[in-house]
């Protein structure tokens, strides 16, 4: 079955500290793979993405990720937070053969301390 | 561009009640997404629709429908509210999925009392 796990629930962290949000991934199959961020009461925005090709992707706002695929494997990381980081994160993937269909991990909770 | 609308924002209903959401797209999108976000599920994926054929559908009741037209525009529907409905519901739009990234509209809140 497909499923995406993200393992922390809620992350606090203090300002200017550094952050690692994990997401592990299951799939028989190609898969396309996504970090959304979510602010209180808004949609989803797209931090970045991997497609294909280097396994370590740059995204908005200072993050980044890398793709494992031995430990199939998607954890988002940034060197150093600010409050503004705080919000909803969410791992997702998507397959070839699927078309647009996402599924998401749980979220995660970033909260930034002072 | 603009991005992906929804509309109502707010929404609320009564049980046995039915409803309808409407996403209009990016423009030049062709696939629309809808999604249901709930606290204790999460966000889960209801179906997708494109080139106004649904492509994919989630585990969801009939009572869950949708469709979408030839300018992309989507509507989404749920017959028979329960309390369970109560949810935020997102649509997303995309050149043709997969691959492409999605685009979330901010969501139509429906509180089903």
């Known amino acids: 079955a497909q499923s995406v796990t993200q393992l922390d629930s809620q992350v606090p962290v203090f300002e200017e500290a550094p952050v690692e949000l994990r997401c592990n991934y299951s799939?028989?199959?190609?898969?396309?793979l996504f970090w959304y961020v979510q602010y209180p009461n808004q949609g989803l925005q797209l931090l970045l993405k991997?497609?294909?090709?280097?396994?370590l992707v740059k995204g908005i706002n200072g993050f980044e990720a890398e793709f494992n695929k031995s430990q199939t494997s998607f954890h988002l990381r940034k060197p150093s937070v600010h409050i503004s980081d705080t919000a909803e994160y969410f791992c997702?993937?998507?397959?070839?053969?699927?078309?647009?269909?996402?599924?998401f991990g749980q979220g995660t909770e970033l909260s930034v301390k002072p | 561009k603009a991005g992906v609308t929804q509309t109502p924002r707010y929404l609320i209903k009564t049980r046995g009640q039915q409803v309808t959401l409407s996403c209009s797209p990016i423009s030049g999108h062709r696939s629309v997404s809808w999604y249901q976000q709930t606290p204790g599920q999460g966000l889960q994926f209801l179906f997708e629709?494109?080139?106004?054929?649904?492509?994919n559908k989630g585990n969801f009741p009939g009572r869950f429908s949708g469709r979408q037209f030839s300018n992309s525009r989507s509507e989404m529907n749920v017959s028979t509210l329960e309390l369970g409905d109560s949810a935020l519901y997102l649509c997303a739009s995309g050149p043709s999925g997969g691959r492409n990234e999605q685009f979330f509209g901010p969501g139509t809140r429906l509180t089903v009392l």
């Open positions: 991997y497609l294909s090709g280097s396994t």
């Open positions: 629709y494109f080139s106004e054929t649904q492509r």
């Open positions: 799939s028989s199959v190609s898969v396309y």
């Open positions: 997702a993937v998507s397959f070839y053969n699927q078309g647009g269909k996402l599924i």
